[in-house]
């Protein structure tokens, strides 16, 4: 295969260049294009570009492959835990146990957040939603640690300041939850690895001080691990697009918390639930809500459907889905919502709208219930994907910044707007 394109633009043949990855994804050099021919490209919503090459993350939409630095996602959720998938990600291999030790070590010596930062938390009215505090403390952590200023240029970085935000975004989360419920707040411990530290920083309280449950928190670790990295997705590229104006990491994961957020990314796991919610409390009938949704109404998608990259099942949500049927397995539990999600998931693999559309559930279908069984709030479902995103960021902002020749990402436009006008004085206006 050649290894240019050629353009044509009226009469003149424009020779582009070819980048072909590793598993043999194509793409156009189009860098120099405007500078050559006065042209740039439009793709609205990014669906055909690419903004960067990256080493992290593999994902083949169309057969349903996600793999981190080359390893399935099944494989790692099944054997490994979620702070050895996020060391392999940030530094782009499995450590080794003395790796390991040191790496959790620092995530222990960094568990705690400064005790001024806790009157922050009385600041917010209550009800506050969680996201909005997550980033607004994460953003926060900046002040209290302004090396953080001149990450990844020298080896402070990879040992301070990763551990950190990675244990300290725990922590943060859950003394969101304990200040939103009114308790006394759960200090970290030392001796708890990092999953079931989250859980007992958010479940355990003086009237019931229950250690967690050794199941439920290797449910959480697969949880994380499905969650950690997902290529240039909404969030991950406002991490990239932030931090190349090369403001410091916590203000550029900050940002990728509140990308995170909205519905159609990471808040779709909230959406998910309460969908479900409604159709179990209120009565609704799987095929009404399904007619609502091909409706065509923007406010009432099948939440948990679809994907921007996947056209078919998403390997997430097949971990997850496992996961839900050893959990009801393990507890017994009957959960109405997983009854209902079921029979959704069974109508909609059956009928054309979604078919025709290649729309299957996504990651947050079954996050969402899982995240109810292990006894998370729903406000929460987004706070817990923020934490599991975390590791995914971070390795994506450290790529940004080791990227020769290092460029501020500045997409452009094409102006539709009112030819030269001027300055009417108010008394003239109409
Ligand atoms: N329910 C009903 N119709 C849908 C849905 C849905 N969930 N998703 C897409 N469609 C339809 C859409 O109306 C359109 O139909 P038509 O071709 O007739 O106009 C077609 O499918 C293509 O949709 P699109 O909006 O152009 O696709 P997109 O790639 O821009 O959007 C998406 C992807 C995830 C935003 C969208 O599928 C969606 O809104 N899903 C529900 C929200 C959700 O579950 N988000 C979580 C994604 S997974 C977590 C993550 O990685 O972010």
Redo the contacts with the bound molecule.
């Keep these: 295969m050649s290894e240019f394109a050629e353009l044509k633009i009226n009469d003149k043949i424009y020779i582009l260049p070819i980048i072909i990855g590793t598993r043999g994804e194509k793409a156009i050099d189009i860098s120099n294009l405007r500078k050559e021919s006065g042209f740039i490209t439009l793709d609205v ?1 990014y ?1 055909n570009t690419g903004t960067c090459k990256s080493a992290i993350t593999f994902v083949d939409g169309e057969r349903g492959i996600l793999r981190y630095r080359g390893i399935p996602v099944e494989e790692l959720a099944e054997k490994s835990t979620f702070v050895e998938t996020a060391y392999l990600l940030v530094f782009g291999k499995l450590p080794n146990k003395t790796e390991l030790a040191k790496f959790s070590a620092s995530l222990t010596e960094s568990s705690l957040i400064h005790e001024d930062m806790l009157n922050f938390f009385n600041g917010y009215p209550s009800g506050a939603h969680p996201m909005a505090i997550l980033s607004s403390m994460v953003s926060s952590l900046s002040v209290y640690y302004p090396d953080a200023f001149h990450l990844f240029e020298d080896d402070i970085d990879s040992d301070v300041n990763v551990p950190r935000l990675l244990s300290k975004i725990r922590t943060i989360a859950a003394f969101s939850y304990k200040k939103s419920i009114g308790e006394p707040i759960v200090y970290p411990r030392a001796d708890y690895s990092y999953c079931k530290n989250i859980l007992n920083m958010m479940f355990w309280s003086y009237s019931k001080p229950q250690e967690p449950d050794t199941f439920k928190v290797k449910v959480l670790e697969k949880l994380l691990i499905v969650h950690a990295d ?1 290529e240039q ?3 991950t590229s406002t991490v990239r697009l932030v931090g190349s104006s090369k403001v410091n990491l916590y203000a550029s994961i900050c940002a990728g918390i509140c990308a ?1 957020w909205g ?7 909230q ?2 639930m309460e969908m479900l919610d409604k159709i179990v409390e209120k009565g609704y009938s799987i095929d009404q809500f399904i007619e609502k ?2 409706s ?1 109404d923007p406010n ?11 056209k078919t099942y ?1 390997p ?1 949500a097949k971990v997850l889905k496992a996961v839900c049927d050893e959990m009801v397995k393990k507890y017994g539990v009957s959960e109405p919502r997983l009854e209902k999600a079921l029979e959704l998931e069974e109508k909609v693999l059956k009928d054309d ?2 078919l025709s ?3 299957y559930p ?4 079954y996050s969402g219930i899982l995240f109810r069984m292990l006894g998370i709030p729903t406000k929460m479902f987004p706070v817990m ?1 923020a934490i599991g995103r975390l590791p995914g960021w971070i390795s994506q902002w450290k790529e940004l910044h080791s990227t020769v020749p290092f460029k501020i990402g500045r997409p452009r436009q094409i102006y539709i707007g009112p030819e030269e006008a001027h300055y009417i004085p108010i008394e003239e206006r109409k």
Excluded at 300 to 310: E, K, S, T
Excluded at 362 to 365: I, M, P, Q, R, T
């Design positions: 919503g669906q997902h997705n909404c969030s995170l519905p159609l990314h990471g808040g779709a796991n959406k998910v949704a091909k065509k009432c998608r099948l939440m948990g459907f679809g994907h921007r990259i996947y998403d997430r709208y979604f559309r290649n729309l996504n990651v947050d279908f994907f």
